[in-house]
Structures are given as C-alpha cells and as structure tokens.
C-alpha cells in the first residue's frame, strides 16, 4: 500500500481565514479523495481528485469554499476557504488502491477553527 | 441512494473473547466490502477487505463474512487483545468513481 503523508498535522486558526492542506504520496497514483471526519462521527467525502480534470464535489460541498489542486500524481491540496468554527473537524486525504476500490488514509489533520 | 447501516455502535468485550461487527448495504450492485480501524488521532487502516466473489475471507484472528442474498456482511476478531479496542467502519463500493459507502462505525472495547 501508498505511504501518504498529511501537512499540517494539526492547526488552530481564526474565522475568516483560509487553510491549505497537503497531500504526498510516495507512488503514482490516479484517484485521490479528500474527506471530513467530525469528531465520533464516520467519514464524509467532499470530492474525489484525479490528476489532469476538475475535482469532483460531493452534494453540500462546493469549490469556492473547498477549491482543490491535484497538479500531478503524486500531490494534492485541499483549502478550506473563509473558516467558521463549523469547520473545524479532521481533514483526510486517501488514494486509490491499484485493484481499484480499495482506499488508503493519510494520517489527517485535525483543524480547530476559533 | 445507497446506504450502509452498522450494528452495534459501542461493543465492550472481555480480553480473550470473540467480537462480531455487523453491517447491511442496500445496493445490491455492491462487490466490494472493506474493513477499516481507526485509532485514536490516526487515520483508518484498511485491515480486511471481500469482494462478492468470496463468502469468507481470514487473516489471522480476523475474518469478514458476506452473505450477499441478505446483503450484510460482518467482521469477527477472535481472541481480542487491548491493541483490538478502537473504532472499526465498514463500507461498500457504491457511485461513481470508486467511492466508498461508509457505516457509522463501532467503538470497540477490550476489558483486561
């Protein structure tokens, strides 16, 4: 399986501000998903990457407020955009697996927005 | 649209015994079945996964069963160890784009 890295590992920032988040992995891959995970809850995907076309958004998401890049196959950045404390959750990246279905996680970020 | 329940959300089990982790999915397009841990402030670990093809897969003192006629599927760990307590979700391949469909997840227990 992809070892995937996750910067930064954790943030506290202000309402109003924006956060990027980055995604490394150390092998080519085509599908990358960006995901939030509330605290106790399960995990919600706000869009799936794939390098060389637009991200696609998940209902309730949109690219203003999460715009994501994927420049190549190998990294990927998610912004969380004009933060309301409502945002504060943890931020997972995973990648797609060769077989197709099978996703791995990064380690998260874990953003608290003040 | 598709939907992935999991039974139960807490499971508290004594050091030594076997826990059992239920889900039901309701696409029955569905063929792919994993299974993730989560420790605390990591990110989930995918540790067993079955593909409709398979009634049962092992690995060690983890097994994943699938019944696709009923549609659920469950995960069994025999002689639990403290490493075991953490929270455990399953997910089905549903949608486009190799997504996942993800249960709510279980916490997990091991008492000494």
Known sequence: ?114 | GENVEQHPSTLSVQEGDSAVIKCTYSDSASNYFPWYKQELGKGPQLIIDIRSNVGEKKDQRIAVTLNKTAKHFSLHITETQPEDSAVYFCAADGGSNYQLIWGAGTKLIIKP
């Open chain 1, 1 to 114: 399986s992809a070892v995937i890295s996750q910067k930064p590992s954790r943030d506290i920032c202000q309402r109003g501000t924006s956060l990027t988040i980055q995604c490394q992995v150390d092998s080519q891959v085509t599908m990358m998903f960006w995901y939030r995970q509330q605290p106790g809850q399960s995990l919600t995907l706000i869009a799936t990457a794939n390098q060389g076309s637009e991200a696609t958004y998940e209902s309730g998401f949109v690219i203003d407020k999460f715009p994501i890049s994927r420049p190549n196959l190998t990294f990927s950045t998610l912004t969380v955009s004009n933060m309301s404390p409502e945002d504060s959750s943890i931020y997972l990246c995973s990648v797609g697996g060769r077989d197709g279905n099978e996703q791995y996680f990064g380690p998260g970020t874990r953003l608290t927005v003040t």
